[in-house]
């Protein structure tokens, strides 16, 4: 874990064919959308305010047009963002078999990182929503 006051608790909600990561928003109990995936447009979206640019990758592969191969694509990035230490906790959110290629895809430095994960499909909710199903992730921003 970093030298920070608490730990940055990354969550990666995501389906087959989408994902984001959602962090404890200001307000209590609440997430906001940090990073976002899309496997049909194969982009990635990261929120400018939290420092990010607005990058996208190429689909050069067919695979990444299945659900395993965007999953590798979106844990690609996590295990890049892990790997800077952008994150101290990720809790995995997917239904069962997307969670299941997302936790094959994750390199060592990122698995070592996941302290939780729930397998049911919220990926369509939007992130005001999520409170109830996630506040047992919530942890107060740091100031």
């Known amino acids: ?8 608790v990354w969550v990666l909600v995501a389906d087959g064919a989408r994902a984001r990561v ?6 209590e109990g609440q997430f906001a959308t940090l990073i976002a995936f899309d496997r049909a447009s194969a982009r990635l979206h990261a929120d400018a305010a939290a420092g990010a640019v607005d990058r996208r990758y190429e689909a050069s592969e067919p695979a990444q047009h299945t659900e395993e191969g965007f999953a590798a694509a979106v844990d690609g990035h996590i295990n890049a963002h892990a790997l800077r230490h952008d994150f101290d906790q ?3 959110v997917a239904p069962g078999r997307t969670l299941h290629h997302l936790r094959a895809a994750l390199g060592p430095q990122a698995a070592a990182k996941v302290v939780g994960s729930v397998s049911h499909d919220f990926a369509g909710l939007a992130d005001h929503d999520l409170s109830p199903h996630l506040a047992h992730w919530w942890l107060a921003p740091a100031a």
């Open 90 to 92: 990720l809790v995995l």
């Open 1 to 8: 874990m970093s030298q920070r006051s608490q730990p940055v």
């Open 22 to 27: 959602v962090v404890s928003a200001e307000r």
